[in-house]
């Protein structure tokens, strides 16, 4: 008897235990659906909200038809003599641009665009015009290959990304984060931490993009997840060229062209890697301090000056000697810097008169000298890191504006200390 009891209770308890966890079961799967619901589907009727395009199908090609009536162009006198005219490749290229933009277009002011041909070269045009090019790293001839392709397609796009409700108030700064396709963790810090949009203290706009291009063969295929990641939150930029570090200047010139496109008005831009730790209340009271000729004529940052390229071919950063030769311009270091967003159309119209070089900080030190622009060091921006005992303190970030580099974590922890209540600095 007593046995049976027992037997039944046990049977009671397992049956209930078992409805507890098909309820439970149930209850994820419907949290599931609610999660899912909140995705907003694949724009099909929906023309603009964002253009997003399955990376593998490429269609869209539209906007890259329009050319620009662009604003008179100056290449300044420094810039000119800060290159010496030798035998190196990129001087060569450099002065035979300067050469072509003297004799026709600084009369015309029309986009360029259509002037240059992308027709990858072949080795042996480069090998007659680089006598060691057999000594120069492999994917170097990638580079050399590609410097005359400026025009990728745009794969997904935010043509919406800098429209306001009301159409009439400026962005004041949109964030431009350089990324790979398969940094998911750090945007998504980003997004949560110093890259989130909306509106800060006194009305100003923010906005933020990241800058892709695409993996390369080798790495698994990650284009569903970019464009799905692409869908909820709006904004990646993705081009069609391999994401590697040489192509860096080739993301930066067709940047310059999507913010002609979509972004025009915007006060200042903010360009960076997605590893950095930027001070956005930081930025923003430092930006609104600037006197009306510095905002509109501004590139700060932490300014390298008298740097020259490194000839070890065993770095990252190695040049070899017959592709370039001279110092480098004052550049500030690709971390992060601030720009002024007039100063786009110049940017745009310039780059196509500087050959592609290997290092985009480089060649943003570049652009802004042809346009005469000087490069003004801000002590806030901390590219080389601080010193490690103050790395976790939200009290020394507070009058920084930037730092590389923190990880996702990291970034996460310092966001939430220097926005807790509780501090006392
Ligand atoms: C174009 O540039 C050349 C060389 O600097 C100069 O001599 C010429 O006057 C310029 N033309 C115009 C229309 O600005
Ligand atoms: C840059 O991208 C183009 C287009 O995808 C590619 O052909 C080229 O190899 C890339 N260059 C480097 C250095 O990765």
Redesign the pocket.
């Known amino acids: 008897m007593k046995r049976k009891y027992m037997k039944l209770l046990i049977v009671a308890l397992a049956s209930s235990f078992c409805v507890v966890i098909i309820f439970s079961k149930l209850k994820v799967v419907e949290h599931n659906q609610k999660d899912l619901a909140k995705i907003p589907s694949v724009p099909a009727s929906t023309p603009k909200k964002p253009t997003t395009v399955v990376i593998s199908t490429v269609k869209k090609k539209s906007k890259s038809a329009m050319l620009y009536e662009l604003p008179p162009l100056t290449i300044s006198e420094t810039f000119r003599k800060g290159f010496p005219k030798n035998g190196a490749f990129w001087n060569r290229k450099l002065h035979s641009l300067l050469r072509q933009f003297d004799s026709i277009d600084n009369q015309t002011h029309k986009d360029p665009r259509d002037k240059f041909h992308c027709q ?1 070269e072949s080795f042996e045009l480069l090998q007659t015009n680089i006598q060691d090019i057999q000594s120069y790293p492999p ?2 001839g ?2 050399l ?2 410097m005359e ?1 400026r025009d ?1 397609a745009l794969l997904i796009d935010q043509p919406d990304k800098c429209a306001s409700e009301s159409g009439q108030d400026q962005m004041f700064l949109l964030f431009a984060v350089k990324s790979i396709p398969k940094h998911f963790e750090r945007r998504q810090a980003v997004r949560e931490t110093w890259g989130s949009e909306g509106l800060y203290e006194n009305g100003l706009q923010v906005r933020t993009v990241f800058l892709l ?2 993996s ?1 063969a080798d790495d698994p295929n990650l284009d569903k997840l970019v464009s799905f990641e692409a869908q909820q939150f709006q904004d990646l930029l993705v081009w ?8 860096l200047t ?1 993301k930066e010139h067709v940047f310059f062209k999507w913010m002609l496109d979509n972004c025009p008005r915007v006060s200042f831009v903010f360009k960076g890697d997605d590893d950095v730790f930027a001070n956005t209340q930081a930025i923003l009271n430092h930006l609104q301090s600037l006197e009306p000729e510095q905002a509109t004529a501004l590139y700060t940052g932490q300014i390298i000056s008298d740097a020259s390229p490194l000839r070890d071919p065993k770095i990252k950063y190695y040049v070899p000697q017959s592709f370039y030769e001279g110092p480098y311009p004052p550049y500030a270091g690709g971390g992060g810097f601030l720009f002024s967003g007039n100063l786009l159309p110049s940017l745009y119209h310039v780059s196509f008169y500087i050959p592609f070089f ?1 290092i985009d900080d480089v060649y943003n030190g570049m652009c802004f000298k042809a346009l005469g622009i000087t490069a003004t060091k801000h002590d806030g921006f901390k590219t080389f890191d601080i010193r490690e005992q103050d790395r976790e303190n939200p009290c020394v970030h507070k009058n920084l504006l930037l730092v590389h580099q923190r990880d996702p974590q990291q970034t996460m922890r310092l966001w939430r200390n220097m926005h807790s209540a509780m501090l006392t600095c």
């Open positions: 990858p994917l170097y990638d580079f290959r590609g392709c990728p291009g695409r390369s069609d060229f391999h994401d590697s570090f040489y192509n080739l290997p």
